[in-house]
């Protein structure tokens, strides 16, 4: 046997004393060997571009479509059939984000246990058949039990989706492809306006069906039909993928090594759920991006009124749904815009900041104004700013609380959770009662995004000031490399 080496892991690095699994050393000739940024690697991370990227960005795009679409079947002919009042359809809302929340977290225990193919395919299978039986709903009873069991299945995608990427992508990939990814939410927002006006139009009252149902119906089966087609396609892990060659699996596990401080599921130690959730509790800076999390749910939960405030200046009907593309257009654009700007600076919380301030403005304008065009085109840019913030949020949480990777899993969903309970409340923001200019909603939106433009610099000044103490690299390489052979990686 080859002479083998015992790697301590310390108590400072959030584990009791422990010893890890023992190292071949001839992983340390493997890790030295690995070079970033070769012609190699980037051959490598386009190759995974193509096939992972088109499957969770159709798959998120049909998830935000299920889950928003309510917002076009109520202004095309859902209220009117239920003489839905503002505070039902508040809970109709409100009974998603419950669900939602409660079960996001016992969801990512599923993940370690289940192939991601057919976990996230599979979800979006499930969801697809709820979202098509709201079309047979009779009242709104019946419509708020099926968004809460929406919720229930949902809320495994997007921590299972988080956990997949990182996976495959290093730290400073990661940002970019979950940028490309939140780009569903816009997208989905512009073509649900888009497919429901359509659908409004043309098919209400085909075979006896009004266009709300006809709405449910085809987004549900078709988001049905997607995941089955992605459960085909869809890779699981590098160690297991046949369309990799023998070289290019041994260099995906060399990236995942070199890169595993930030990206691996836990090659340095062990820490148990308990040791893990112990941790996360314990550090100060999670209770800080919860809070800026919840400000940024409760600020988004804009979207699901948008119809209605697109309405209330004067667009209805059909043409209101179609008012609703330039918003979600705008959020698309700056969603990108400042995630890869922020990126190239490497620095979100001063990007977090600036769509912070911008989205201050713009909802300020839209209430003092009264002229409809001008609200229209300050309320787009207002919009499409708070959607900018999301994705850097998340991906600062994963920056700054990136080890062990048991704490950074368990902050991410603890983050991700509680922040959008803010949905719960958020719902109510926009009553009825409140039209035209519905200026309480407006006032609680421009006071959240302002917090978070504050909020922001203030949590990177004491990040600054009080860093975490991360493990030595060299350790984490090897252990990563042992880790990836103990999986099933028989290549290395």
């Not at 009252?205 to 997607?226: H, T, Y």
Request: proline share 4%.
């Amino acid at each position: 046997m080859s002479t083998k080496e015992v790697i301590n892991v310390g108590k400072e690095d959030g584990y009791s004393d422990q010893q890890v699994p023992t190292v071949d050393p001839n992983l340390l000739a493997l890790a030295s060997a690995y070079t970033p940024g070769s012609e190699a690697e980037k051959a490598l991370v386009r190759k995974i571009d193509r096939r992972i990227v088109p499957c969770i960005w159709i798959l998120y795009t049909m998830s935000y479509l299920d889950r928003a679409n309510i917002g076009n079947a109520k202004t095309g002919g859902l209220q009117a059939d239920f003489n839905l009042t503002s505070t039902q359809y508040s809970v109709v809302l409100l009974v998603f984000f419950i669900s939602y929340v409660l079960f996001e977290i016992p969801s990512n225990l599923l993940l370690t246990r289940i192939r991601p193919s057919l976990y996230l395919s599979g979800l979006c299978v499930i969801w697809g058949g709820v979202a098509a039986a709201m079309a047979a709903t009779s009242n709104w009873q019946q419509l708020a039990g099926l968004r809460f069991a929406l919720g229930v299945i949902e809320a495994g995608f997007a921590p299972g989706v988080a956990f997949y990427l990182s996976s495959w992508y290093k730290r400073y990939e990661l940002a970019s492809r979950f940028s490309i990814y939140y780009t569903a939410t816009a997208v989905s927002g512009a073509f649900s306006g888009l497919l429901a006006g359509v659908i409004t139009q043309h098919l209400n009252g085909a075979r006896g069906l009004q266009g709300w149902r006809w709405l449910f119906l085809i987004e549900g089966v078709a988001s049905s039909f997607v995941g089955l087609w992605t459960w085909f396609i869809m890779p699981d892990y590098p160690s297991t993928t046949k369309w990799l060659s023998e070289e290019e699996q041994i260099l995906a596990a060399q990236r995942l090594a070199h890169d595993g401080l930030a990206n691996t599921a836990g090659a340095q130690g062990h820490m148990g759920h308990y040791e893990a959730i112990k941790a996360v509790f314990s550090d100060w800076r999670v209770y800080l991006f919860i809070l800026i999390f919840m400000l940024v749910t409760g600020s988004q939960t804009i979207q699901y009124f948008v119809p209605t405030l697109v309405g209330a200046l004067g667009w209805t009907s059909w043409e209101g749904q179609y008012h609703t593309i330039p918003v979600y257009a705008c959020a698309f654009v700056f969603i990108l815009g400042f995630a890869f700007t922020s990126d190239r600076f490497e620095s979100k919380p001063l990007f977090i900041s600036i769509a912070a301030g911008l989205g201050t403005v713009c909802f300020i304008a839209t209430v003092a104004s009264t002229n409809h065009t001008v609200q229209y085109v300050f309320l787009v840019f207002g919009f499409g700013s708070v959607y900018a913030i999301a994705p850097l949020t998340l991906t600062w949480v994963a920056n700054i609380i990136c080890f062990p990777a048991e704490k950074r899993a368990v902050a991410i969903a603890l983050v991700n959770a509680l922040g959008n309970s803010a949905s719960i409340y958020g719902v109510f923001l926009w009553p009825a009662t409140d039209a035209p200019r519905y200026i309480p909603g407006f006032t609680a939106t421009t006071v959240w995004v302002f917090t978070m433009c504050v909020i922001a610099q203030i949590m990177a000044y004491l990040f600054k000031k009080y860093p975490l103490v991360a493990p030595n690299p060299e350790e984490v390489v090897v252990q990563e490399l042992e880790k990836q052979r103990r999986l099933g990686t028989s290549n290395i």
